[in-house]
């Protein structure tokens, strides 16, 4: 199999621009003691990251707010929302907004 130059480029490049945004901060932040505030700021920014883009997909559609009243994906949402707060469980989230999604896009 012949592997052009130009698509090894590409995945070079792109091999070095997930590569250096990684280990860059993990090598500069590991020289330094971060305060005990910055440590429990840090903690919440995966929840947040993880919120916006879940708020976006739940509530956004071609850039405008989707009406609450025909938003399937939100009420589906709702209650897998509880389920992984009650259960911790992963599975039984993903299970229970599968169900609500399908039965609601059947009822609606």
Not at 8 to 17: D, E
Not at 50 to 70: F, N, T, W, Y
Not at 73 to 99: C, D, E, N, Q, Y
């Amino acid at each position: 199999m012949e592997v052009r130059s130009y698509v090894l480029m590409v995945i070079v490049g792109a091999a070095a621009v997930t590569f250096i945004p990684r280990v860059l901060p993990l090598m500069v932040l590991s020289r330094f003691r971060i305060p005990d505030w910055g440590m429990r700021w840090l903690h919440y920014v995966p929840v947040s990251i993880m919120a916006a883009l879940v708020a976006q997909e739940l509530l956004v559609k071609d850039g405008s707010l989707i009406p609450l009243s025909r938003n399937t994906g939100l009420w589906a949402a709702l209650p897998a929302f509880w389920v992984a707060a009650k259960t911790r469980s992963l599975l039984a989230a993903v299970i229970t907004g599968i169900v609500c999604a399908m039965v609601l896009r059947m009822l609606l």
